[in-house]
């Protein structure tokens, strides 16, 4: 199958016309350009750079978030879905004195001022979102790998979170 270079803005256009999750840059095209023929039925293509992340990665909800928190929120909610009886590992993330993690707003709150702890969204886990954008995807790097991510994955998501 032959590929096809995009610029950035190119592609993110394409991922956020996305109306099925796990649909192909092909079908999304196809579909937008009302080019006949589809995909064999039940057959996803195997895409350069494919990885566990892939489909996050390219869902509009992704490319709706507009801050680097609302990202992070959103790939840890993701991420929960998949490794939910494993997440709890990310209890033990903190800093010196900070916990980045906690079952309640309270347990993070207390190991700091200016903290903001939200909510991840669809899990029992709070997370402390009050870090700077590069930390934010160092932690990120250090939960996925401790989660079972591969590389691939991990570069993936560090490079979107830079993108935003």
Known sequence: MPSVDLDEDVYAYIAK???VIGESASDILRRLLSVPGESPVGQKQSQPGGHELTEVLAHPIFHSKSTAVNRTLFLLSEIYK???KEFEKVLSFGGRDRRYFGKSREEISKTGRSTYPQRIP????WFMTNSPTPAKIALLDDVMRALG???V????VKKAMKNS
């Open 82 to 84: 998949a490794k939910g």
């Open 122 to 125: 669809g899990t029992p886990y």
């Open 17 to 19: 016309q996305t109306s």
């Open 149 to 151: 991510y591969s590389s």
């Open 153 to 156: 994955a991990i570069d993936a």
